[in-house]
């Protein structure tokens, strides 16, 4: 069915600046979404890592058992969590300069028998993290240090969880429309989740469900059902739900760059904009 000009209400400039963005994201190919670690910086916030080595009593460096993974994930809120190599652990963090300080911390209370000294490991790592009183970042390496300016834990930078089509919830964040990206509508959500052979989502104002299949790069979707509501505000809508499956009905190819993913048609051009909802 030949769809109607129903996107002269969108934004214009919004949609020029999220074209800027897909332009940015079309770069990458394929269904698997990029890895690596983030660039270096002075800040702790939103930052992730895997523990190298640990100072013993004697003040030498003891790598950590093999087969175990200790990790600290220092959020943007002032929480560090991250698994102490049996139990979980959390805890606050405060930092100003190179000053740091880790309090309040308190795990999980499992028991593990394998690798032999892990539990002997985790408490001795859960004990330095809490004298620590500096730090040092220099790219992809993390030096904790106490308050004598000893390094008591190194760490490396954790690699980026790679994205992929299947999993994550998706939220449409501008679609095509006229030849042009245009937003969503505010106060709507369109969102698509793919899994074992379905798509299925909100598409605005009904739900929604389809068959598709992918290869590579490659995808496409099949018959798409939805059910049967219909929604008055806000204003345009429902104008927008038949566009959104219209193009997803028409999708050829999928691209994943940086936790966002495109949909192209058959000719290569972005017609479907989203990004992995938390």
Not at 55 to 71: D, S
Request: overall charge negative; aromatic content about 8%.
């Amino acid at each position: 069915m030949a769809q109607k000009n129903t996107c002269t209400w969108q934004h214009t400039a919004a949609a020029a600046g999220l074209l800027v963005i897909i332009a940015a994201c079309l770069v990458s190919a394929g269904c698997m979404g990029s890895t690596g670690a983030e660039s270096g910086g002075e800040s702790l916030a939103g930052s992730a890592w895997t523990l190298l080595s640990y100072a013993a009593g004697n003040g030498t460096a003891v790598p950590v058992l093999q087969g175990t993974a200790i990790t600290a994930n220092f959020t943007e809120d002032g929480r560090v969590t991250g698994s102490a190599g049996c139990n979980g652990y959390g805890g606050n963090y405060v930092f100003d300069g190179d000053r740091l300080a880790i309090t309040s911390i308190a795990s999980t209370l499992m028991a593990c028998t394998e690798p032999p000294g892990i539990m002997d490991q985790e408490a001795r790592y859960l004990d330095l993290l809490g004298s620590v009183a500096a730090f040092q970042l220099e790219g992809d390496r993390l030096v904790l240090l106490d308050a004598n300016g000893t390094p008591v834990l190194t760490y490396e930078r954790a690699a980026a969880p790679e994205t992929t089509l299947e999993g994550p919830t998706w939220e449409l964040l501008s679609y095509s429309c006229n030849a042009s990206m245009v937003p969503v509508i505010s106060g709507t959500t369109v969102t698509a989740t793919f899994g074992n052979g379905s798509v299925g989502g909100s598409a605005g104002c009904n739900s929604y469900g389809g068959a598709y299949t992918v290869d590579g790069s490659a995808l496409t979707v099949g018959e798409i059902f939805r059910t049967e509501m219909y929604c008055l505000e806000p204003a345009g809508v429902m104008e927008q739900e038949d566009r959104y499956l219209d193009l997803l009905g028409r999708v050829a190819g999928c691209q994943i760059e940086g936790g966002q993913l495109t949909l192209v048609d058959a000719g290569g051009n972005a017609t479907l904009f989203f990004e992995g909802a938390a």
